[in-house]
């Protein structure tokens, strides 16, 4: 089990004050899946608050001590039927960005030849949105017409 000192747990437990519980523990108790939910919880989070659904006030802290031998975590507060459970974050998981891909202004260069052939050509460089496309010529056009309204058209707008 991670111990810390009075100072830190009092600066997580204000830290943990806004949170929302990421885990319930039901009436089936501390199952396996419900130790490998919190140690994703963990993982990902490093501060988590976990929600027992249960009126045994000694159940509730045999799991909480249970939780925090078992996931090398520290125990910060518990609180009625709340526990606040902290493990720092492993350096080497890396959080991970959706990137979207197509959209958005994108950095296109564009080589033109001189008209007589002995000069250089001229190189410039254009940013393209996501419906946009580079033609033979150098030209930015829009890959697909704008859609047109049917009550638009049909009132000559």
């Not at 197509?102 to 260069?109: A, I, M, Q, Y």
């Amino acid at each position: 089990m991670l111990k810390l000192t009075p100072a830190e747990r009092s600066e997580l437990r204000s830290e943990a004050h806004g949170l929302k519980p990421i885990v319930l523990i039901g009436d089936a108790g501390l199952s396996p899946a419900v130790l490998k939910e919190i140690d994703a919880g963990l993982n990902a989070h490093g501060l988590i608050k976990v929600r027992v659904f249960g009126d045994d006030r000694e159940a509730r802290s045999a799991m909480y001590d249970t939780i925090c031998t078992e996931l090398n975590a520290a125990p910060i507060q518990h609180i009625g039927k709340l526990l606040v459970i902290y493990r720092p974050k492993l350096e080497g998981v890396k959080e991970t960005k959706l990137v979207k891909k197509g959209r958005g202004l994108r950095e296109v260069t564009i080589v033109k030849p001189s008209p007589s052939g002995t000069k250089k050509p001229t190189v410039s460089k254009v940013m393209v949105k996501g419906n946009e496309r580079v033609t033979q010529g150098g030209n930015v056009k829009r890959a697909k017409p704008r859609q047109a309204s049917a009550k638009k058209s049909a009132l000559g707008k």
